[in-house]
C-alpha cells in the first residue's frame, strides 16, 4: 500500500515505557502496573496497553497513505489522509479492552491458550477522527443502513500488519453495516489520541475505534474497508474471541456454533492494592476502574471487606472528581470507563472484593469457575484481593 509498510521482523520495534509488564516480545504485548490506571481517568498513550501480532508498520509517506473502500459498492475508492481531515471531526471518549483481560486469573483454575493478561489489558482514552457512516456516505451507503444497495450487510477491516494466525496475511475484523452506518454509534476512523497523533503501537496514522466492543475489532493501521454479505472469514472473527461453556475444549470444539463476541461484558478491577498486600491496621483506601460494553452505563460498584458478607457502595466518578451518573449522555461518557473509591476500616486479614452492576443490571458473575472457556476471554468474575494486616503500632 502506498505510504506505509509492514516489516517482515522486529528490527524496527518503537521505544516502550519501562515500567509495561511485557507478556510476550515478538510480538510485543504488555500492559502498565495496574496502579496507573487509576492515577487518571485518560490513560496517557506510553502507559496504554500494548497488543500487537506481528511486528509494527511504518508509516514512509503520510502524503500518500490512503484506505480503499472496496467489495459491494458501485466503485472502489482510495480515500487518503486529507480527504479524512475534510470531514468533521469528532472526539469519542471510549475505553478499549482486550478481550483476554485478567486471562491469568482464569488460567489458575484449568489451563487456556492466549496471552497471560493481568488486569491492566484496559484502557481510556480520547479518540479524535472521522465518524465511519460519514466516511461510508462517500461511497453512497447512506446512514442508518443495515443492508447496502449491492447486499453488503458487514463492513469489513484489513490492516496492513503480518499475523502468523493469518498465515503472514493481514488482520481483519467486520462489524455489521447497522452498526457501521449509526452515527450514534461512534464507530470511528481514528488519527488522534488524547489530543495527539497516533502513535506506532497504537495505529498510526489512522485506526479504527468500535466503542463498547471487544478490542479486537478496532483494527489498526488500516488499508482497506470491504463492505460484504457475511461477516468476516478471518482467523479472529472465525476461529478466535468466542465464548464457549466451560465443558468444551479442544477435542471437542466447534468454531462455527458461537457468534463472535462483540460487546464486552461488565467489568470491575480493585487496581489500588495488590493480591496478598500487606497493609497497616486502620483506614484503606479501594479504588479501581469499571466498564460496561454497548454503552451501557455503571449504576454502581459494590465493596466488600470481609468476604463478600457485607457490602458498601463505592463512589464512582468521571474525569476529574466529576460524579458519573449512569443514564445522563449528557454528563457521562457513555463509551468509557468510571473510576471509584472507597474508605473503610480493616483491622484483620481478609479478602476484599469488588464487583459492579450496569443501567442494564447486568452483575459482574461472582466465580470464574462457572465462567471458564477454553480461550480465557471475558473473565468478569468479582475480583478478589487477599490482604495481610499488620497492627497499626508495628
Known sequence: MPGITGPSDYSTEPTRHSSLQINS????????????LISTYLTPADLFYKRNHGPIPIVDDIEKYSVSISGLIENTK?????????????????????AGNRRTAMSKIKTVKGVGWGVSAIAN??????????VLELVGIAKLTSTAKFGGKHVEF????????????????????????????????????????????HGYPLRVIVPGV????????????????????????????????????????????RRPQMDFPIQ?????????????????????????GGGRGIERV???????????????????GIPYIADDCNKSDKWAWVLFEVTTEIQHNTEIIAKAV????????????????????LNTSWHRIQVQVTDSNF
Request: net charge negative; proline share 6%.
Open 158 to 201: 484489513v490492516s496492513i500488519d503480518q499475523c502468523k494466525e493469518e498465515n503472514g496475511g493481514p488482520y481483519k475484523a467486520s462489524i455489521p453495516l447497522s452498526q457501521a452506518t449509526n452515527p450514534e454509534a461512534d464507530v470511528l476512523l481514528a488519527y488522534e489520541m488524547n489530543g495527539e497523533p497516533l502513535n506506532r503501537d
Open 78 to 98: 482510495q480515500v487518503f489522509m486529507k480527504d479524512i481531515r475534510m470531514l468533521p471531526k469528532y472526539n469519542v471518549t471510549a475505553t478499549l479492552q482486550c
Open 358 to 377: 450496569d443501567s442494564a443490571g447486568n452483575v459482574q458473575p461472582e466465580k470464574v469457575e462457572n465462567i471458564w472457556n477454553l480461550r480465557g476471554i
Open 268 to 292: 470491575c478491577v480493585i487496581c489500588s492494592l495488590e493480591d496478598m498486600t500487606t497493609i497497616r491496621a486502620g483506614k484503606v483506601n479501594i479504588s479501581g476502574y469499571a466498564a460496561s
Open 214 to 257: 471487544i478490542g479486537a475489532r478496532s483494527v489498526k493501521w488500516l488499508e482497506v474497508i470491504n463492505i460484504i454479505a457475511e461477516e468476516c472469514q478471518g482467523f479472529f472473527v472465525q476461529k478466535d474471541y468466542k465464548m464457549f461453556p466451560p465443558s468444551v475444549n479442544w477435542e471437542n470444539i466447534n468454531w462455527s456454533s
Open 302 to 320: 459494590d465493596v466488600s471487606v470481609d468476604g463478600g458478607k457485607t457490602w458498601m457502595e463505592a463512589s464512582r466518578f468521571q474525569k476529574s
Open 125 to 134: 482514552a480520547v479518540w479524535g477522527g472521522a465518524k465511519l457512516s460519514d
Open 25 to 36: 516480545k515478538e510480538p510485543f504485548n504488555a500492559e502498565p502496573p495496574c496502579s496507573a
